[in-house]
């Protein structure tokens, strides 16, 4: 049986992935100008990343005899990350996937040492795998974000 820490926080994870890919894709969408190219192509190459993270937790909780949620149970959590009224404000769009990525390495740390606790190394491996993504997507976009700050 999954302790039941365990399995919260990997619905959490699997919520937060699929509501990244939407906003991601949103934002990679309605961006405009010269300086957000590189942004908007940065965000689309993450979203299939996203999406395969997504996926890997989905079969995890299987694996777990769990079902992933579906869109009944999604509740928005990624305020900050809401496309723009100003289509060409990538500075909302960085912060807003800076906050995403910090929260995302919150939980894969939370899920790395509750699944430590509960003896499941499978899920603690997953874990410090998809924790490692984040932490490379957030250095990314902190990269974007000096270039702005200039």
């Known amino acids: 049986m999954a302790d039941d820490e365990v399995v919260r926080l990997l619905k959490t994870a699997y919520q937060d992935e699929i509501e990244t890919v939407m906003n991601y894709l949103s934002n990679s969408i309605v961006l405009d100008g010269l300086r957000a190219e590189e942004v908007k192509e940065s965000l689309q190459t993450d979203i299939q990343?996203?999406?395969?993270?997504?996926?890997?937790?989905?079969?995890?909780?299987?694996q777990l005899e769990e079902a992933p949620?579906?869109?009944g149970e999604f509740e928005a959590k990624q305020h900050s990350l809401q496309?723009?009224?100003?289509?060409?404000?990538?500075?909302?769009?960085?912060?807003?996937?800076?906050?995403?990525?910090?929260d995302a390495i919150d939980t894969y740390r939370d899920l790395v040492h509750a699944a430590r606790d509960a003896d499941d190394p499978v899920?603690?491996?997953?874990?410090?795998a998809l924790l490692a993504d984040e932490e490379a997507h957030r250095t990314e976009f902190r990269g974007y974000r000096k270039e702005y700050d200039e």
């Open 123 to 128: 899920t603690e491996d997953l874990a410090t």
């Open 69 to 71: 949620p579906g869109s």
């Open 83 to 102: 496309p723009p009224a100003d289509t060409t404000d990538v500075v909302s769009v960085i912060e807003g996937v800076l906050d995403a990525e910090n």
């Open 49 to 62: 990343e996203e999406l395969g993270h997504a996926e890997q937790l989905g079969n995890r909780l299987k």
